[in-house]
């Protein structure tokens, strides 16, 4: 058994480092030495702040979107964590200041709740990413960011309890568990806790937040600070906004409509934003002692990352943000002090000792400044003063407002940041049908949460031989009509964040019916209608569609396909705004931009999560029983773009046959670029054919992972077939949560 003492990286670097150079050896060798010390003290699972593992900026795009193994289990043990034993834990570490990394003020609780903003404000709605589910702040790229300088000691602080309780107390419920216990404690209102956060193996998920390749392939930021969506902070390694003011200039007025801007990328509203704000800087202060900095990140020194080079490199000589000044008198304690400073002072900017621009109170004759005493009397008090982001709060007339209305009225500001905080920790989580804990908050808006199923559903075998008798009473056309639907229904699922699917039907509400790739989705629904009306309240809208789609399938020779109904009804589209389909068989850049192109499809394919070899299939699939006419997206028959010709001219448009066509149309032509006459689309043409692909079917002979697929789907269509019906099966339940990785349909 190997002992695991807190100690910091530091401290033992240093004494190792000291007793080596007696011996002379050279700088690497030192170096080697200490790694090789600190493996041994540490186990690599063991390590207080870092992997010692290089940094990976590779791709996520696996081929196999699963949890895995130890992802299951931590999930099936999340359930017995007693989640209030954790905090009671949590609340006894706040107060044991370690030498390594001293306790402001003796308390832990203002760093903890750093570090619970810090994991979870960044996720951003524009794809779902970010967020403390999955902990990738433990991982390249985040643990580097600048925002997150000294989050390491955290962590470390942490270990402790992490260790005490095992596989079932996830590093993503431990970090928001940490800022929950340290609100609570230090006299903050407590909403509740939605536990069973999955912890990544990587931060493979975090490297489309930058800075990496592929993030300025999918969302460039050409100059920092001015960062648009779908990228959540205006700078790549923050959190939010620059807290000097914006483009690092001391002007509240423009960082006020930038504070407002980002804020609304992870949706929150002007209350919401304020709360936060107010709540988060209620405690603690800033961390900047003198100009020289932190010192290297985790990424540049994994074995010494962030030592300080000011001074002693922590307590009074810590620099983490580069400001330094405390935000109230009372650092420890939830009040409203805050709001009140900022509308009792009249404030003016400096430069403070780490050389950034903050603000202090403009005293009058005779006042003295308000101050915090630090952890000893060696050192100075600290001033209490503000950030540019902070003084913007007064600049804004919306803002301003909340401001005096917070202050004046506790009761109030203890709500809306209640509630404020449990969104920003719990929006990425998804539904409430994922909360590993019975005590967990009832449903919030912001989860969308649907209505019970009907009491007595319908009997799917009946509702299924009335779609028998559509389709077979059609000429082939309500085929695509039906499988369109349902995978529009379903494509707008989000592995991210746990949004979209078809369950709810919101296809049927704005803003996804109105969007230009659900175009005459309407006409499948409307010769649904007289089922639905049969079956009444016992069959949703939602399970109609998805069985639609199945007997779709299987009428045009798919495997027989295994239903598992009980979806429900969605009352309108809300939660759809950020969902419509990356995958519309176009791209917003020129086809020559093929390997950005690719970039972007793989990623959009993660994001939906299937695998490569899924998303081939239903592509294939789309291609071959897609709809015919008035037709947007991957389920359209290519030639229905070809408007100038006749569908009579075109017999195989209204066949409809499920087979592998598409991988052996695209493997036997020569393909050129084309623009459709009459609408424009860019397409690609079939040598002296009248044959058309779309970008994205173009787009899979060009890289060798999905040529591959090509080839073996090409080769034998009972493969195609089956894995068509596996991944179609799967995309339509991927929404029917039971837990963090159960589903209702497993059973």
């Given at each position: 058994?190997?002992?695991?003492?807190?100690?910091?990286?530091?401290?033992?670097?240093?004494?190792?480092?000291?007793?080596?150079?007696?011996?002379?050896?050279?700088?690497?060798?030192?170096?080697?030495?200490?790694?090789?010390?600190?493996?041994?003290?540490?186990?690599?699972?063991?390590?207080?702040?870092?992997?010692?593992?290089?940094?990976?900026?590779?791709?996520?795009?696996?081929?196999?979107?699963?949890?895995?193994?130890?992802?299951?289990?931590?999930?099936?043990?999340?359930?017995?964590?007693?989640?209030?034993?954790?905090?009671?834990?949590?609340?006894?570490?706040?107060?044991?200041?370690?030498?390594?990394?001293?306790?402001?003020?003796?308390?832990?609780?203002?760093?903890?709740?750093?570090?619970?903003?810090?994991?979870?404000?960044?996720?951003?709605?524009?794809?779902?990413?970010?967020?403390?589910?999955?902990?990738?702040?433990?991982?390249?790229?985040?643990?580097?960011?600048?925002?997150?300088?000294?989050?390491?000691?955290?962590?470390?602080?942490?270990?402790?309890?992490?260790?005490?309780?095992?596989?079932g107390l996830s590093w993503g419920d431990l970090f928001v568990l940490a800022g929950n216990a340290a609100f609570e404690s230090m006299g903050g209102p407590y909403f509740g806790f939605c536990g069973g956060r999955i912890d990544a193996d990587d931060g493979s998920e975090s490297v489309q937040l930058g800075p990496s390749p592929e993030q300025e392939v999918l969302m460039p930021c050409k100059v920092a600070g001015k960062?648009?969506?779908?990228?959540?902070?205006?700078?790549?390694?923050?959190?939010?906004?620059?807290?000097?003011?914006?483009?690092?200039?001391?002007?509240?007025?423009?960082?006020?409509?930038?504070?407002?801007?980002?804020?609304?990328?992870?949706?929150?509203?002007?209350?919401?934003?304020?709360?936060?704000?107010?709540?988060?800087?209620?405690?603690?202060?800033?961390?900047?002692?003198?100009?020289?900095?932190?010192?290297?990140?985790?990424?540049?020194?994994?074995?010494?990352?962030?030592?300080?080079?000011?001074?002693?490199?922590?307590?009074?000589?810590?620099?983490?943000?580069?400001?330094?000044?405390?935000?109230?008198?009372?650092?420890?304690?939830?009040?409203?002090?805050?709001?009140?400073?900022?509308?009792?002072?009249?404030?003016?900017?400096?430069?403070?000792?780490?050389?950034?621009?903050?603000?202090?109170?403009?005293?009058?004759?005779?006042?003295?400044?308000?101050?915090?005493?630090?952890?000893?009397?060696?050192?100075?008090?600290?001033?209490?003063?503000?950030?540019?982001?902070?003084?913007a709060l007064t600049k804004d007339e919306a803002y301003k407002k909340l401001v005096e209305l917070y202050a004046s009225d506790r009761k109030l500001f203890n709500r809306a940041w209640s509630h404020a905080w449990y969104k920003l920790t719990t929006r990425d989580m998804g539904p409430r049908t994922r909360c590993s804990n019975d005590d967990a908050p009832p449903p919030q808006w912001f989860q969308y949460p649907l209505?019970?199923?009907?009491?007595?559903?319908?009997?799917?075998?009946?509702?299924?031989?009335?779609?028998?008798?559509?389709?077979?009473?059609?000429?082939?056309?309500?085929?695509?009509m039906f499988t369109r639907l349902a995978w529009q229904c379903s494509s707008t699922f989000r592995s991210t964040d746990y949004l979209g699917g078809c369950n709810g039907a919101r296809i049927r509400f704005s803003p996804q019916k109105d969007w230009a790739v659900n175009i005459n989705v309407v006409s499948a629904i409307d010769t649904l209608e007289p089922i639905k009306e049969e079956f009444g309240d016992n069959l949703?809208?939602?399970?109609?569609?998805?069985?639609?789609?199945?007997?779709?399938?299987?009428?045009?020779?798919?495997?027989?396909?295994?239903?598992?109904?009980?979806?429900?009804?969605?009352?309108?589209?809300?939660?759809?705004?950020?969902?419509?389909?990356?995958?519309?068989?176009?791209?917003?850049?020129?086809?020559?931009?093929?390997?950005?192109?690719?970039?972007?499809?793989?990623?959009?394919?993660?994001?939906?999560?299937?695998?490569?070899?899924?998303?081939?299939?239903?592509?294939?699939?789309?291609?071959?029983?897609?709809?015919?006419?008035?037709?947007?997206?991957?389920?359209?028959?290519?030639?229905?773009?070809?408007?100038?010709?006749?569908?009579?001219?075109?017999?195989?448009?209204?066949?409809?046959?499920?087979?592998?066509?598409?991988?052996?149309?695209?493997?036997?032509?020569?393909?050129?670029?084309?623009?459709?006459?009459?609408?424009?689309?860019?397409?690609?043409?079939?040598?002296?054919?009248?044959?058309?692909?779309?970008?994205?079917?173009?787009?899979?002979?060009?890289?060798?992972?999905?040529?591959?697929?090509?080839?073996?789907?090409?080769?034998?269509?009972?493969?195609?077939?089956?894995?068509?019906?596996?991944?179609?099966?799967?995309?339509?339940?991927?929404?029917?949560?039971?837990?963090?990785?159960?589903?209702?349909?497993?059973?």
């Amino acid at each position: 058994m190997v002992m695991v003492t807190m100690f910091s990286s530091a401290v033992m670097v240093n004494m190792f480092s000291s007793a080596v150079m007696v011996t002379k050896f050279s700088s690497a060798m030192r170096t080697l030495l200490c790694l090789v010390f600190l493996r041994i003290l540490y186990p690599v699972s063991a390590l207080p702040y870092a992997s010692p593992q290089a940094p990976n900026y590779l791709p996520g795009y696996p081929d196999e979107w699963a949890y895995t193994t130890r992802q299951h289990a931590e999930a099936e043990a999340a359930p017995k964590i007693d989640y209030k034993e954790v905090m009671k834990d949590i609340v006894k570490v706040m107060t044991n200041s370690r030498d390594f990394w001293p306790a402001d003020n003796g308390n832990y609780g203002p760093l903890f709740i750093r570090l619970t903003w810090h994991n979870t404000g960044s996720y951003r709605t524009s794809d779902g990413r970010g967020g403390a589910d999955g902990a990738r702040q433990r991982f390249e790229p985040e643990r580097s960011w600048a925002d997150n300088t000294n989050l390491d000691k955290a962590r470390a602080l942490l270990w402790p309890i992490k260790r005490k309780y095992g596989q079932g107390l996830s590093w993503g419920d431990l970090f928001v568990l940490a800022g929950n216990a340290a609100f609570e404690s230090m006299g903050g209102p407590y909403f509740g806790f939605c536990g069973g956060r999955i912890d990544a193996d990587d931060g493979s998920e975090s490297v489309q937040l930058g800075p990496s390749p592929e993030q300025e392939v999918l969302m460039p930021c050409k100059v920092a600070g001015k960062c648009q969506e779908p990228l959540g902070a205006n700078a790549i390694g923050l959190i939010y906004v620059n807290p000097e003011g914006h483009m690092g200039i001391p002007d509240p007025v423009a960082t006020a409509r930038h504070v407002r801007e980002v804020f609304a990328r992870m949706d929150m509203n002007d209350s919401e934003t304020v709360a936060l704000m107010g709540g988060g800087h209620s405690f603690g202060g800033t961390h900047g002692a003198c100009p020289a900095g932190a010192g290297p990140s985790p990424r540049e020194d994994p074995v010494n990352p962030w030592p300080g080079l000011c001074g002693s490199g922590k307590g009074y000589d810590a620099f983490t943000s580069g400001f330094e000044f405390a935000f109230t008198t009372h650092p420890t304690t939830f009040d409203v002090e805050y709001f009140n400073n900022l509308i009792n002072f009249d404030w003016q900017v400096h430069v403070g000792p780490g050389g950034r621009f903050q603000w202090k109170p403009i005293l009058s004759e005779g006042m003295d400044a308000p101050t915090v005493p630090t952890n000893d009397g060696r050192y100075p008090r600290r001033y209490v003063g503000a950030l540019t982001s902070d003084i913007a709060l007064t600049k804004d007339e919306a803002y301003k407002k909340l401001v005096e209305l917070y202050a004046s009225d506790r009761k109030l500001f203890n709500r809306a940041w209640s509630h404020a905080w449990y969104k920003l920790t719990t929006r990425d989580m998804g539904p409430r049908t994922r909360c590993s804990n019975d005590d967990a908050p009832p449903p919030q808006w912001f989860q969308y949460p649907l209505p019970d199923p009907p009491a007595q559903l319908a009997n799917f075998e009946e509702v299924k031989q009335k779609l028998v008798e559509v389709l077979d009473d059609d000429t082939g056309e309500a085929i695509g009509m039906f499988t369109r639907l349902a995978w529009q229904c379903s494509s707008t699922f989000r592995s991210t964040d746990y949004l979209g699917g078809c369950n709810g039907a919101r296809i049927r509400f704005s803003p996804q019916k109105d969007w230009a790739v659900n175009i005459n989705v309407v006409s499948a629904i409307d010769t649904l209608e007289p089922i639905k009306e049969e079956f009444g309240d016992n069959l949703s809208w939602a399970d109609l569609i998805i069985l639609a789609g199945n007997t779709a399938l299987e009428k045009a020779g798919g495997k027989s396909l295994k239903f598992c109904g009980g979806r429900t009804d969605a009352t309108d589209g809300k939660g759809s705004e950020h969902l419509h389909p990356k995958i519309t068989g176009k791209f917003t850049e020129p086809l020559v931009q093929l390997k950005d192109s690719m970039v972007q499809l793989k990623d959009s394919i993660g994001i939906l999560s299937l695998t490569q070899r899924e998303f081939a299939a239903l592509n294939g699939a789309g291609y071959a029983v897609g709809d015919l006419r008035d037709c947007d997206g991957l389920f359209c028959r290519r030639n229905s773009f070809q408007t100038a010709v006749a569908n009579s001219e075109r017999p195989y448009l209204t066949t409809s046959n499920l087979t592998n066509i598409f991988f052996l149309t695209l493997l036997s032509e020569r393909w050129d670029k084309y623009t459709i006459p009459d609408t424009g689309k860019e397409m690609y043409k079939a040598r002296g054919k009248d044959q058309l692909m779309l970008p994205t079917d173009f787009l899979f002979l060009l890289d060798p992972e999905l040529l591959a697929i090509v080839q073996d789907f090409a080769a034998d269509n009972d493969l195609f077939l089956s894995v068509v019906a596996s991944a179609w099966t799967k995309l339509s339940n991927v929404d029917r949560f039971k837990g963090p990785t159960g589903n209702v349909c497993d059973s």
